[in-house]
């Protein structure tokens, strides 16, 4: 009988933790569910302010002598893309040590290899 009843006991508590289980699976969804509202309504908050920012910007290069302003505003708005090619970071040539330029003291510039087979693709 002990047997019995342990084998239904244990039986039973693997049915509480699937239900545990889907439980803490659940929470987990709604957890992410307003996580991802909350960074939507951050994201949309974002988007105004530089709306904003954007229309100062076009009244500062109205304004004479203030047009540096709007440039720099412009700069921080729009960064520069981070270059494609890690080894000449975009320009095209990187030095050439094994051709010395002994007058200058300086290695002379190769075509990039990377660029190079992008190109050919």
């Not at 009988?1 to 929470?27: F, K, P």
């Not at 290069?61 to 981070?82: F, K």
């Not at 003291?105 to 992008?118: M, R, T, V």
């Amino acid at each position: 009988m002990c047997r019995s009843m342990g084998w239904i006991a244990g039986h039973d508590r693997q049915g509480l933790d699937h239900l545990d289980e889907a439980m803490r699976a659940a929470r987990a969804r709604e957890r992410a569910v307003e996580q991802a509202r909350a960074w939507a309504q951050r994201a949309k908050a974002a988007d105004s302010t530089i709306d904003k920012v954007r229309a100062l910007c076009d009244q500062l290069r109205e304004m004479p002598g203030e047009r540096w302003l709007a440039d720099r505003l412009d700069a921080i708005l729009d960064p520069p893309q981070p270059p494609s090619c890690a080894r000449c970071k975009d320009r095209g040539y990187v030095p050439d040590w094994t051709n010395w330029n002994q007058a200058y003291g300086e290695p002379h510039p190769k075509p990039c290899p990377d660029c190079q087979n992008k190109e050919q693709s």
